[in-house]
Structures are given as C-alpha cells and as structure tokens.
C-alpha cells in the first residue's frame, strides 16, 4: 500500500500541473497582444466598413458589409454587400481563408464586386504582407518591418489610442509610419478581425500624396444583418478630385444641375495645382462616355483659360444612365506632364424626365390638397406644421 501511493501521489501532481499548464496557456492566448487579419472571428459575425481605396471605384467611398455565416472545410463563407458612392447595392457571396484572403474558389460574386475585392485586400486585408495566423505579430514590438518600396518607412506600433468610430469607441493599438511629410496609421482593437480605422497616404515623390486607403467601421454585431437599401443617390455639381500622385485638382460643374436625356448641357472645367493656384497654360482632354464605355462626346488638346485655368463646354445628352466623364492634364507651362496619368474620372447621371401620365396625377393630387385646404379655411402650410396661408 505505502509503495504504491507516492505513485498514486505523482499520476495525481501530473494531472493538475497539465490542468495548469493548459489553463495558463489558454488564458495567455486569449489575453496576449499577438494580433493579424482574422483573429477573434466567430460565426455569426458582422462587420461593416466604409472603405476608400486609390485603384478602386474612382477613389470614391464605398460600404462593404461582410456575414460570417459558417466555415466550410475551415474557410469562411461570406455573404457580402457593396454599396457604391452612387447608392448602386452589389449582393454576392466571397469565400475567404480562415486569415481573410479571399478565395476565387467557391465564391459566388458578380463581375462588378470584384474591384471592391481588390479594394478589400488592399486596404482591410493589408497588414497580411506583415502578420499572419501562422507568424503574428505582436502589437508591442519594436518593429512590424519595412513597406516594401526603396528607401520606404519602418512600419511598427506606436503605443495605445482610444479612437471613436461611427460603430464606437475603442481602446486600440496605433500602428503606423511616415514616409516625407505624411504621418500614416492604423487603429487595431486587439482580437477583432480587422482594424477599426485607417488613413494612409501613398508614396510620391512631388505633390500632394493622396489617400493610398482609408476605412472605418460602421457597425458590427451578431446575427445576420439587414440588406441595405439603394438610395440612388445623384451626383450634384460641383466635383472636385486630385489626380492620382495629387499633383493637380480638376473641378467640374454644370448647368442645368438636373441632367434629362435629349438635352444640352454646359460644362465648366477648372485646373489647379496642389495649393489650389489656377494651372498656367494648361492643356486637357475632356470626354463623357455612357455606362457601355462608348464616347459621347469628347473635346482633344483643349487650352484652360491662361488665367483661371478654367475651360467650357457643351455636351448634348441623348439617353438616360450612368455617364463618366474623364478630365485629363496633358501639359502646363508647356511641359507635358510625360508618363503620369494626371486625370480624373466624375459620376454624373441622367435622369427621365417624369412620365406625363405622372405629371398628371401629381398635379390631380396637389389640386386636391389645395380644395381640401380652403374647404377647412386653411392655408397650405398647415399641412406642415406652418400658419401660412396659401
């Protein structure tokens, strides 16, 4: 009996030193400062992110919402809601790895999602390139390494922030570099899948960097979200965008600001540099091109005004649709501005014109409010809350 129980005594320290040892190494994976793209998803989850990234939709804002509806095989399945700058929803079902790349196989998205993937790698899915589920980082190290550029910065973290977002507030780990005169960060909350904030900007040598990517989380919870709706939301003039490097901005507007098909339309154009001083001498290229990508009408080797850098023209709108319209910096000051793409693309749209059957009835139905109103002895503002009379 005595020689068996310091056997019995030794099984037993084993057991609860393992059950310790399993336990302390749990509780430091749930509480380690080790982060990368993915970690802390759970089933069920949403996210949703306003998103503006240089190669993708003009440069323009888009919202991408993302379910985490189950995981297959270890991959996740994604239903996925695009909602463009001109309220255009784009439904569709990504499959991403367990470390959030997305995956061509399995997918089930339409033709035009696809630019907003891009845009989703290149900006939510970034920090990748540095840490991974299988090598991830540690959000108190010295360093993340270098962009990868010649000469470009060390990116690393740079100590704790409490940041607001539309979805809330979130004490998180700064992690940034600055390359020039541009100071570039991204806000993480320590295990949630993908940081919170974001505004980078990217490398030029001269002008204004532009935004390389920005993002922001709008919301986020559990369940399956609700379907956004399209707002069909019209550009109104005027637009102003920085060309790619941000060496120049190009501003358009029009009149009428309503555009209708089988109408004329004047267009104004105005070129500055990055300090918003007119462009000397500019020369340009104007075109409008339908949502097929068929030229309109285009204007070649146009000169701005030598003064205001500014430029007028008409432009005749036959149909209804989606129209973009391309403004190009070809030269200033006599040098061309060689292999850049000093340009900028602008959304407009024509809308029908209301249908006369329409017309007619809300005309019926304003007729009738104004009977009911002098029928009461009441003027028509009081519909509204007003005491004025009609």
Known sequence: MS?????FALVASLIVLGALSASMNSAFAQGDDLWYPGEGVTQDMYVKYRIQEIDTNN?????????????????????????????TVIPGTMKLSDSMAFLAGGSDVPQEMNDFIG?????????????????????????????AC????????RGQETVT??????????????????????????EFPFPVKALTHADVTTGRAPVLFEFELLETGMGQPEAPAGEGRIPTPPLSRDTPRGTYTIGIDWEPASIEPDSDVIFSVTLTDDTGFPLQRANYDFAVKNANGTVIQEFENQNADAEFGTG???????????MTITVTVNSVSGQTTGGFAESADFNVVVVPELPVSAAIVAAAVIALVVVMTRARGAGLGSLFGTRGAL
């Open 59 to 87: 440069e323009q804002p888009y919202e991408m919402t993302m379910w985490f509806q189950e995981q297959q095989d270890g991959d996740w399945i994604v239903p996925t809601f695009i909602v463009d700058d001109d309220g």
């Open 150 to 157: 010649i000469g470009c910065a060390e990116i690393k973290p």
């Open 3 to 7: 020689s068996r129980f310091p056997a």
């Open 165 to 190: 977002v539309a979805a809330g507030t979130y004490d998180t780990t700064v992690v940034g570099w600055t390359r020039g005169q541009m100071d570039n960060k991204i806000w993480i909350e320590n």
């Open 119 to 147: 845009g989703y790698s290149s900006s939510l899915h970034w920090l990748d390139a540095f840490t991974t589920k299988a090598n991830p980082l540690s959000l108190s190290a010295a360093s993340w390494g270098r962009i």
């Open 312 to 322: 007028i023209h008409e432009v005749h709108f036959d149909d209804a649709g989606q």
